[in-house]
């Protein structure tokens, strides 16, 4: 069984920073892509960014891109999405999702196994 972990959500005001984690732990795998994604309420879950294992190719959403940075380190098993210039609309519960059969591909869907959620608050 996989389990993945986020954190790093919160409360913060508009034009604030924040950094989300998520490492899966479990069941390991050689390879996996990673993505992030969000819902907020009443909305649909949506794509967020995403990264390749060797973190070569990423994807952003377009309301994202110029924003927030996805990256990794493998050593530490770790995905990270930094945060920059929050907006109010940025708010909602940001979960972390895991690719094992492409992971050269930095996609928008077709992920394995996804974490609980964290919460991402951002007040104007």
């Known amino acids: 069984q996989v389990q993945l972990v986020e954190s790093g959500g919160g409360l913060v005001q508009a034009g604030d920073s924040l950094r989300l984690s998520c490492a899966p732990s479990?069941?390991?795998?050689?390879?996996?892509?990673m993505g992030w994604f969000r819902q907020a309420p009443g909305k649909e879950r949506e794509f967020v960014a995403a990264i390749s294992w060797t973190g070569s190719s990423t994807n952003y959403a377009h309301s994202v891109k110029g924003r927030f940075t996805i990256s990794r380190d493998n050593a530490k098993n770790t995905v990270y999405l930094q945060m920059n210039s929050l907006k109010p609309e940025d708010t909602a519960v940001y979960y972390c999702a895991v690719d094992i059969h492409r992971p050269t591909v930095a996609g928008r869907q077709g992920y394995d196994y996804w974490g609980q959620g964290t919460q991402v608050t951002v007040s104007s």
């Open positions: 479990g069941r390991t795998f050689s390879a996996y892509a």
